[in-house]
């Protein structure tokens, strides 16, 4: 019963957002205010939790914003708008980061692929703490347990926005998950 | 509250983020862009528009023919400013000689196409449009396919020769901006409008004068700006020696460190007067649909309706024309569609009733008003309920109190 709530509004969510969408590639004003108001605070959000340090989180976030606005009209699929915009906010990040020499992408280590393991749930009135401990994981995990608790997204989505495989992320939320798990276990001592 | 909706508020608190919105701050800054993008939009809209505001405005009828005339006018505004240049010639003798053209035939060649975009421009004694030939090639629009299109008398004429569809319009806010778009074909105009932009100084310029006098005067002006997302990143014209003005232009992109040519402008036929005959149509089929918007009442009277109660009733009777098959009705509220243009678009949907008429919205773009709505409808055998997403009612331009759809339901 609940799955089912939360199905329907997110389809009622994703309808709205198409619509949306729509309406901005119509050059419509309004629909502009509205994606922002929609996508600011998840975005902001997700753009902190790369490892953005030196990189001015105001500055980037109206970059991203003003490309979502110049090139909207070239976006085929409203359904995809999401991974489109996290896309453009990773690249956004990255972009910061090559302008200050500072690396070029995120440091990644290679993780075995898991096959159907239970995964740890979280439970939302850990939110505060999951904030806290997610700081402390490794850029590459924290980013992909982002656009999972945050958008929800799948993994096919967040595969698309990170640039690597579908199983890659699977594994990437395996272990992100269960890292996130210990540290939470680690600090309750 | 489920779980996963409490968990992304839960994180997005505990980085001190309102999860439900912008910040104020946020929001100005955000307004700021949206205006600055506006107004940078305003000389060179490009905005996708539904139906019939596409057929006119297709963004890549702006982006092209109109960026040509932009980089022309953007050197002569460059050039007229910068007296620094040792060169005998100077390009204000071209904006004089411009100042009498009365006639002219620009075509447009992009280098990926074979078919050229043709203009024929007359301007009145004033320097004031008067009337106007753009033949559409088929390239730019799959759709409509080659269009050709006439502003004379205050009306706009559209002929589709692929559709047999000859439509006629008096829509000032179309109007304004094809009008707007044709005297970028001045230099007069462009250069006012660009000089702002000059004065960034963000191009290099080069003047080649040779001695033979019928070689042309070459100027080339390189943009100087880094990451430039412009059309062109390079321009080269040629100006005629003996009466300065400009005979062609062409038109550079960069791209991986080289610059390509992607498009050349050429003038032909200054004060050379345009045969009457080409702001015309006198060889329309008989069997063409006409599409007179001018000659018709059309749409809904308002009565005591408020606005937003006329825009859900055009709608409501729209949809509930199309339930009885009553494409007459539903092309008069829809800008005055021919019926048999209706019935070929919504005869094979078998509209079946409408679900929902909500509360409109209103929309920028169109200067009226959006109307969700869902109707179910059956095609191909399957049963949909299908919302429509560009719901537009707006006023009748010159028919004071009626209300029409103005486009997006599809098919049209």
């Known amino acids: 019963m609940i799955r089912e709530r939360f199905q329907r509004t997110y389809m009622d969510f994703e309808k709205q957002l198409e619509e949306i969408v729509h309406r901005c590639q119509d050059g419509e004003r309004a629909a502009f205010e509205e994606l922002f108001e929609m996508y600011q605070p998840r975005l902001k959000y997700y753009v902190r939790r790369l490892d953005s340090e030196g990189v001015n989180i105001d500055d980037t976030l109206q970059d991203i914003w003003l490309t979502v606005v110049k090139k909207i009209h070239k976006l085929k699929d409203a359904q995809i708008f999401a991974v489109w915009l996290y896309r453009i906010a990773r690249n956004k990040v990255y972009d910061g980061f090559r302008r200050k020499d500072r690396f070029v992408r995120l440091p990644e280590e290679d993780e075995f692929p898991v096959s159907g393991g239970d995964e740890p749930v979280f439970d939302a009135n850990d939110a505060e703490k999951l904030h806290r401990v997610l700081n402390e994981l490794k850029p590459y995990h924290r980013e992909v347990l982002t656009l999972s608790f945050v958008e929800q997204m799948s993994y096919k989505s967040i595969a698309d926005v990170v640039g690597c495989s579908i199983g890659t992320v699977r594994s990437r939320i395996f272990y992100a998950k269960q890292s996130l798990r210990e540290e939470m276990e680690r600090q309750n001592g | 509250m489920d779980n996963n909706k409490k968990l992304f508020e839960g994180l997005l608190k505990a980085d001190g983020i309102n999860p439900a919105g912008a910040t104020e701050y946020e929001r100005i800054a955000f307004g700021k862009m949206l205006d600055q993008q506006s107004k940078s939009k305003q000389s060179k809209p490009g905005i996708a528009r539904p139906d019939i505001w596409r057929i006119i405005m297709k963004s890549r009828i702006t982006k092209l023919a109109a960026a040509a005339v932009i980089a022309v006018a953007a050197i002569l505004s460059i050039t007229f400013l910068n007296k620094s240049i040792p060169a005998a010639y100077a390009l204000e003798q071209t904006i004089q000689a411009a100042h009498s053209v009365r006639y002219l035939h620009v075509r447009n060649s992009v280098e990926s196409q074979d078919e050229p975009m043709e203009f024929w421009v007359e301007f009145g004694p004033s320097g004031e449009l008067k009337n106007m030939r753009f033949n559409k090639p088929a390239w730019m629009d799959s759709e409509d396919g080659e269009t050709v299109i006439v502003w004379k008398d205050n009306k706009m004429q559209l002929w589709i020769k692929k559709k047999n569809f000859l439509v006629t319009l008096e829509d000032k806010e179309v109007a304004a901006q094809v009008l707007k778009q044709v005297e970028q074909l001045d230099p007069k105009f462009a250069v006012q409008c660009l000089q702002e932009k000059q004065q960034e100084g ?96 059309v749409g809904l009277s308002q009565g005591n309706f408020t606005n937003e109660e006329i825009a859900a009733e055009v709608v409501r009777q729209f949809l509930q024309a199309l339930i009885d098959h009553d494409y007459a009705k539903a092309g008069k509220l829809f800008s005055g569609v021919p019926a048999e243009r209706i019935e070929k678009a919504y005869g094979q949907i078998r509209f079946i009733k409408i679900i929902s008429i909500e509360k409109p919205v209103s929309h920028a773009l169109t200067g009226g008003l959006y109307v969700p709505c869902t109707v179910e409808i059956e095609e191909n055998g399957k049963i949909i309920q299908w919302h429509p997403e560009h719901s537009y009612v707006r006023q009748v331009h010159g028919q004071p109190g009626r209300w029409e759809i103005i486009g997006g339901f599809r098919g049209i």
């Not at chain 2, 006098?213 to 321009?235: M, N, W």
């Open chain 2, 202 to 297: 963000a191009i290099e310029l080069t003047m080649e004068e040779p001695v033979d006098k019928d070689e042309p005067i070459v100027v080339t002006a390189t943009s100087l700006k880094k990451d430039d997302d412009s059309p062109f990143q390079r321009i080269v014209l040629f100006v005629d020696q003996a009466t300065r003005l400009v005979n062609s232009v062409d038109l550079y992109k960069l791209e991986n460190g080289e610059y390509h040519k992607v498009m050349t402008s050429e003038y032909f036929d200054y004060n050379q007067p345009i045969d009457a005959a080409m702001f015309t149509f006198k060889d329309i089929p008989d069997s063409a649909t006409r599409w007179d918007q001018t000659a018709q009442e």
